[in-house]
């Protein structure tokens, strides 16, 4: 079993997931269960993950879409659109010349990992965007996603409104934020983005919206099960 004395890189929730089972996650270690019991079916209901050390990365430039395309990522045609990736990582477009690059649980993020690692300033217009330290990353899955996003959000996150593919860049609990509907034919689920420094004032808040609907935590087991 790994201990918290393991790692090289800790969550910025991990003041809150003492009491958590941990595996690691490349370089990193990332929560697998909050307790003994399966976690799955959690996911269906209401459950909230961390996903903060699994890799992120972001492009802006004239040329960003053209490095992206030349690794063979598939792009959103439009801004505020997102398309899931063959790997399950995604991409998601926040203007006509930023990206916002998700990793896969599938590889641990290596592929990110690597894109960033092996990127270098030239004379094209791409402009590499690190995301790991500036942004947590948290996941919110099931039924009640828009029921619960509707207590700290003033968006309507309805799947009418918020269909599968969109992105928001809006307020959260009265911080910025970004919410990506990267929902499946049967979970719907939202990727939130938000500042690395107040994850654990979200967090708090996200599970004080999700105690109606009988929300909990859950781990990365109930994800690859």
Known sequence: MVTAQDFRERS???????N?????LGDSLIVSRYGDQDETAQLASCALLDLSNLARVGFRG????AHLLAQRFELPSTPNRCVVQADGGSVARLSQTEYFLLGSLQDA????QKLEDQW?????????????????????TGEHVSA???KV???????????????????????????????QPDLPLFHILCDRAS??????????????FGGKPVGIDAVLA
């Open 62 to 65: 004239a040329d960003a879409a």
């Open 199 to 212: 994850v654990q004032y979200l967090w708090g808040a996200l599970l004080d919206a999700m105690q109606e």
């Open 109 to 112: 993020g290596a592929r990110l």
């Open 153 to 183: 959000c003033g968006v309507d996150l309805r799947q009418k409104a918020f269909a599968t593919g969109a992105v928001a860049q809006t307020s959260v609990a009265r911080m910025s934020a970004i919410i990506i509907n990267a929902s």
């Open 120 to 140: 270098q300033l030239s004379a094209s217009a791409c402009y590499l965007l690190p995301r790991q330290d500036s942004h947590a990353w948290l996941v919110l």
């Open 12 to 18: 910025p929730l991990y003041v809150l997931q003492e």
């Open 20 to 24: 958590a089972q941990l595996a690691r």
């Open 148 to 150: 619960v996003m509707a």
